[in-house]
């Protein structure tokens, strides 16, 4: 089963005192492999989700790549402390949560108007300061062995039922499940969505660690169903179809289907021609086909579509009443409901 701990291996080396992710012994490489070029990205991102397409950029355009790998917030928090100091070119995130910190910061430049065109508005900040790479919809995963999808909810916040007790599992520190409980505060305010997290603890909400967890346990029948990012179901069939794991879409205007995008941005002060170079990649043709087909993602640039497998997006709360800004900032105080109701334990 796929595991952030246990990332593909990749080919490495070193090319002068940057880790190149590319074999740079390819003749066409050589030169620019030696003139320097460099991009240091700090990465939200799991290796094992985007190491894959870094190899092309690096391979395709000869410019060595230094990845520092983490969590999201905290490496946000990381170039907030070092400041002016920071190595880092180009933050990738896995949501809009740490982005909005470092805006709030004012650590990051503004994109191009010609990069930041490459998605619609709604997929990037409205100051310019990040753009939306690849999407990523919120679902209930259930096993169908222990699970009629007829006894499942049209909305996530009937979750709270008595019948659902003991049955539902979350991962409260997980940057995705902060996302989606600031995206309910954006909507349903600060009162109602406390309401519904201690609702959730009172109901005796199961917590695992991250996406990848959750969905291990509901597999293994350990958990009945979950709360998770559409695309590690995905990610966990495609190594084995015979797992009883299936992904239920709550109403499509529903709080419970919100879409949460992975983002990047440069550095204020860092705004290379590399470092924008290698944002505008991640929109090109051959990053978003990549984000679809092998990762499982929504892809984000216009004129992108997603893989077949997935199911089309409907229109309604998902995407066009989520305001980005809004859901990138003010991370702490989410933190602190999340705390405050008890679903941590």
């Known amino acids: 089963m796929p595991s952030q701990s246990n990332p593909r291996p990749r080919r490495a080396f070193r090319c002068g ?26 990465s939200g991102r ?6 894959p397409i870094l190899e092309r950029f690096a391979e395709e355009t000869g410019i060595s790549v230094d990845v520092r790998w983490g969590d999201s917030a905290e490496l946000a928090l ?7 100091a920071t190595p880092a070119d180009v933050f990738l995130s896995q949501s809009p949560g740490a982005l909005g910190l470092l805006d709030e910061e004012g650590l990051l430049a503004e994109l191009p108007t010609e990069t930041l065109d490459l998605v619609e508005e709604q997929n990037r900040a409205s100051d310019g300061s990040w753009v939306g790479v690849s999407g990523r919809k ?7 062995d222990l699970v009629d999808e007829a006894d499942l909810p049209e909305s996530v916040l009937d979750l709270t039922d008595p019948a659902y007790r003991g049955m539902v599992a979350v991962a409260p520190e997980n940057a995705s499940f902060q996302d989606f409980v600031t ?7 600060d009162d109602e969505t406390l309401a519904w997290l201690e609702g959730m603890a009172a109901n005796d909400v199961q917590t695992e660690a991250n996406n990848n967890a959750i969905v291990e346990a509901v597999s293994r029948g350990e958990i009945p169903m979950g709360l998770v990012n559409h695309y590690y179901n995905y990610r966990f069939l ?12 709550f109403s499509p205007d529903d709080i419970g289907s919100m879409m949460i995008v992975t983002g990047a941005a440069v550095i204020e002060g860092h705004d290379t021609p590399e470092a924008q170079q290698l944002v505008e990649f991640l929109l090109a043709d051959e990053a978003q086909e990549f984000f679809t ?53």
């Open 238 to 249: 495609e190594e084995d179809p015979s797992l009883p794991s299936v992904n239920y879409d």
């Open 138 to 144: 919120r679902v209930l995963v259930y096993n169908r």
């Open 293 to 345: 087909n092998e990762t499982f993602e929504y892809p984000l640039a216009i004129g992108s579509e997603p893989a077949d497998m997935l199911p089309p997006l409907e229109e309604g709360f998902t995407l066009d009443t989520i305001d980005l800004d809004e859901l990138g900032g003010d991370l702490e105080t989410t933190v602190e409901l999340i705390e405050q109701s008890g679903i941590n334990g």
């Open 46 to 51: 799991s290796e094992d989700l985007v190491m």
């Open 17 to 42: 005192t940057a880790l190149v992710l590319a074999v740079c012994a390819l003749g066409g490489l050589l030169t620019s492999c030696g003139s320097g070029a460099s991009v240091t990205i700090y």
């Open 78 to 84: 990381q170039v907030t402390e070092e400041g002016d």
């Open 183 to 189: 995206g309910m505060r954006t909507v349903m305010g």
